[in-house]
């Protein structure tokens, strides 16, 4: 809240109310207690780096275990929630009362209790004392009402739901009933082991997370945010509704380095909504535009929300992996946007704003930009074989010379950005009458890149730990934000050195306790998640709630994955989005992948997985409850909730998105290889662009609703060709199981088999199910049937399991001994579905000659 003395503008201050309440913590105390909280909050960001740093193995002391680091992090966590989150709306922001002093050391005290009597609980494991047992319960209580502060109540109910029905267990009616568990075991399985709040969900914060959340604030402190919005606006505003478009890429350039969806809203929001709106944007629109694009940050690698990092865990991949799963959608889906943004302007005739860059024909621009292009793939190719060469050369100093070789590009770089003009923060409510040129913003700020090279190269090269690469990228960043003011001014001449190394200096602080103050929320979000998971897998209500939205589907896929959206969708309203997919995930994902295989349909678990994280994302732009479509309206001065709904309408094809890489895992990169991923890319692209052409009524000119839904037929003809060629040609042909090692020994290596399988579920429930099973290598089809791992008996016209080896693709596949192999289907000859895209093409051919002949007899009378 604004001091008496503040001249701050009104609005402002609201929105720094509405990210602090929701981000950060809306408390901002005076004197000694506000000095402590931000010296606590820097301090756990310096232990974050220290665990993730090889300085402890190196030096011998300060290595923490696992559950010791987890316990650590969720103390920090909680005592800052109860430090930096008022209870009510109505308590004191600018002083904190003792009873939250008192509440954040107890809650501090049981977050670090594994870590404090570690040895102890090690040595009687599931025997908890009596001072465990009141450790726990106290830990549970302060960790709900620490959710409830800042995280809102929904989350906190959830959980304490979940708590309930552990121990109410008898008393539930009907499937729900279940043997109950005792307040101890409760307790015990919640607290003090790695299953409940201490589990995989906070290891994940613990690990991963932090580091990329520090990692963002420091370089957001660092002035890229500001250089990321001035590039996009170079780039993109003289363009026909130039401001929207420039919104969505420093939208998605800022959710690089923001993992909340409100911080990206109100940060790149505050400048462009205002610019759309005086391009001719409503102020309902120019909000929506902002709104999709920023919540549409958190679907982007490599950070996403934190879910990326979980995924790590929970499908059992690298992370890497989950990158190059989800990059083609969420690239898919911001250049859809632009498109939406690029229609709208047309309908409504705007223009873009004024350029100063000097004028340059238009292949002046294609051969400039192609050189470009090229100059940087050939610069990426030689430093990539260069370190290829040199690292096995130079051995042991090769970390040295590659350290050098980044100071001096630093150098460099800063060099070339010092020769251009500083770039200042603009005032959003000054009019604006030109645009900065490309040339001097893009140069001015490039050593911004650098940090994100050095975190991709270890990433994707290096193959590193996600922590560990966060980490040197992190260390990058705050030599950076320490020397690049000192160095520029030296480069252009200044006198006030020291006082830019202050500033500098400032700026780390600033950068550490910001990105500490951002974790409060995650932090505790995957703490309470960890109840509700730790409550399924003591209780198996995971099980119960797969036969209830089994029967609420009928069994039927498409219907179960509409109710896990609205699930997810209803939960996400009060739900921070990590949660939520943690939540659902835990829930419904393996049901989904059950019911396929009882549908025939093998969906892929990364798949299922970020189906559930798109529409928890949803919900942040979902009235009523859009947070981020709040900020927006905050900012342009509209209805929040025609806001939100505009936003809605926009995001579309960021629903629509999961439902087709359900059914065409392609979009995903699974078992893709390069060109055919080039080709998906390029056609999925088309796709999408055709969906939101459909969707907002527009190609050439407003579309007629005939010619709508001729649009809509043809995307979904290129994001599905397979449906179509399917109708026409069956992939497979059935063959007697009997026969199965006789095929398998025919059919080519690397494809797959399609096996109807009859079994028992976990309980030893009657269940059938499909399995797409690769075909090994191997001479005959007895050696293919070996390398698998299975080992069949017949039973007359049955086939019979007889033996799975441990640890085998079979086992990994879900064979078991005595199932009975009911079908085998075995793949065919046939065109490739990719044929279906020709009359796909041609429809669309056919609506955009429909079009253009009456915009020319338009035009014609209008002459």
């Avoid at 959830?158 to 009933?177: C, H, T």
């Avoid at 350290?403 to 959003?428: C, F, M, N, R, T």
């Avoid at 191997?778 to 698998?788: C, E, I, T, V």
Wanted: hydrophobic share 55%; aromatic share 10%; net charge neutral.
């Amino acid at each position: 809240m604004s001091s008496p003395g503040d001249s701050r503008d009104p609005l402002d201050s609201e929105l720094e109310d509405l990210v602090a309440s929701s981000d950060t913590g809306a408390r901002r105390p005076a004197g000694f207690p506000g000095k402590l909280l931000v010296g606590i909050a820097a301090l756990w960001s310096l232990f974050q780096l220290w665990i993730a740093s090889p300085l402890p193995f190196m030096l011998g002391f300060g290595v923490f275990h696992s559950s010791e680091a987890r316990s650590i992090h969720l103390a920090f966590a909680v005592f800052l929630g109860f430090m930096a989150y008022p209870a009510f709306r109505r308590s004191p922001r600018d002083r904190i009362p003792l009873a939250d002093w008192l509440l954040a050391l107890g809650g501090a005290f049981c977050a670090g209790y594994l870590y404090l009597f570690y040895a102890e609980l090690a040595q009687r494991p599931g025997t908890p004392t009596s001072l465990d047992i009141a450790v726990a319960i106290a830990g549970l209580l302060l960790l709900l009402e620490a959710t409830r502060r800042a995280l809102g109540p929904p989350l906190m109910l959830v959980a304490l739901v979940f708590l309930v029905y552990s121990l109410a267990g008898p008393w539930m009616p009907g499937i729900l009933a279940h043997r109950g568990v005792s307040l101890n075991a409760l307790t015990s399985h919640q607290w003090l082991t790695t299953q409940g709040v201490f589990g995989i969900a906070l290891g994940v914060s613990t690990s991963f997370v932090f580091l990329f959340v520090l990692f963002g604030s420091l370089l957001d402190k660092a002035g890229a945010g500001n250089y990321f919005i001035k590039v996009a606006f170079s780039l993109l505003g003289h363009y026909r509704g130039g401001p929207a478009k420039a919104a969505v890429v420093a939208s998605g350039m800022t959710g690089l380095i923001s993992g909340s969806s409100i911080a990206n809203t109100v940060t790149t929001g505050t400048f462009t909504i205002p610019m759309m709106k005086r391009v001719g944007f409503s102020a309902e629109k120019a909000g929506a535009v902002e709104v999709a694009s920023s919540v549409n940050g958190q679907i982007m690698p490599p950070v996403m929300g934190a879910a990326a990092f979980l995924m790590v865990e929970y499908v059992g991949i690298s992370y890497v992996e989950v990158i190059r799963h989800a990059f083609l959608p969420a690239l898919i889906s911001y250049i859809a946007l632009i498109y939406i943004v690029h229609l709208e302007a047309l309908k409504a005739g705007m223009q873009g704003l004024q350029s100063s860059n000097p004028p340059r024909p238009l292949l002046r621009k294609l051969i400039g930009f192609l050189t470009g292009l090229i100059l940087l793939m050939a610069l990426s190719f030689a430093v990539y074989y260069g370190l290829g060469w040199l690292k096995p050369l130079l051995g042991a100093s090769a970390g040295w010379v590659v350290g050098a070789a980044l100071l001096v590009v630093y150098l460099a770089l800063l060099k070339i950005g010092a020769s251009q003009p500083e770039l200042e923060l603009d005032d959003p409510d000054s009019p604006v009458l030109s645009l900065p040129q490309t040339r001097p913003t893009l140069l001015s700020g490039l050593h911004f890149l650098l940090p994100v090279v050095v975190l991709v190269w270890c990433l994707m090269v290096e193959r590193l730990s996600p922590g560990l690469s966060a980490f040197w990228a992190t260390v990058l960043m705050m030599v950076i934000m320490l020397t690049q003011r000192p160095i520029s001014a030296l480069l252009r001449g200044q006198s006030d050195i020291p006082a830019q190394l202050l500033r500098g200096l400032d700026d780390l602080w600033q950068g550490l306790v910001a990105g500490a103050r951002n974790m409060i929320g995650i932090g505790i979000a995957t703490a309470t998640a960890g109840i509700i998971v730790g409550a399924v897998s003591q209780t198996g209500v995971g099980l119960v709630l797969a036969d209830l939205v089994e029967m609420l589907s009928m069994g039927n896929l498409l219907l179960m994955l509409v109710l896990t959206a609205v699930l997810s969708l209803i939960l996400g309203m009060g739900l921070p989005t990590t949660a939520n997919y943690i939540v659902v995930s835990a829930l419904l994902a393996p049901v989904i992948v059950a019911l396929g295989q009882q549908n025939g349909l093998i969906v892929p678990l990364i798949a299922v997985h970020l189906f559930v994280f798109y529409f928890g994302i949803m919900a942040d732009v979902t009235p009523p409850v859009g947070l981020a479509s709040f900020a927006a309206a905050a900012v342009s001065g509209g209805d929040p909730i025609r806001t939100g709904f505009q936003a809605f309408y926009y995001s579309l094809r960021t629903a629509a998105l999961p439902f087709l890489f359900i059914f065409n895992t392609d979009l995903l990169l699974i078992n893709v290889d390069f060109w055919h991923g080039l080709l998906v890319f390029v056609v999925a692209t088309i796709a999408m662009l055709i969906f939101a052409a459909a969707t907002q009524g527009w190609l050439l000119l407003r579309s007629r609703w005939y010619e709508s839904l001729l649009l809509l037929l043809v995307a979904f003809t290129l994001f599905r060709p397979g449906f179509w060629m399917d109708r026409l040609h069956d992939p497979y042909q059935s063959i007697p199981p009997t026969q199965l090692v006789e095929v398998l020994g025919q059919v080519e290596q690397d494809s797959y088999l399609r096996m109807q399988v009859d079994g028992e579920d976990e309980v030893g429930n009657p269940r059938s199910f499909f399995l797409l099973v690769p075909v090994p290598d191997g001479a005959d089809g007895p050696q293919r049937l070996d390398n698998l791992g299975l080992e069949l008996i017949e039973d007359g016209e049955r086939m019979l399991v007889d033996m799975v080896a441990f640890g085998s693709l079979a086992a990994d596949l879900g064979f078991q001994f005595d199932q009975h192999i009911v079908a085998v289907m075995a793949p065919v000859d046939r065109w490739a579905k990719e044929w279906m895209w020709i009359p796909g093409f041609a429809l669309l051919a056919l609506v955009v000659g429909l079009q253009a002949v009456r915009r020319r007899a338009r035009r014609h009378v209008t002459r």
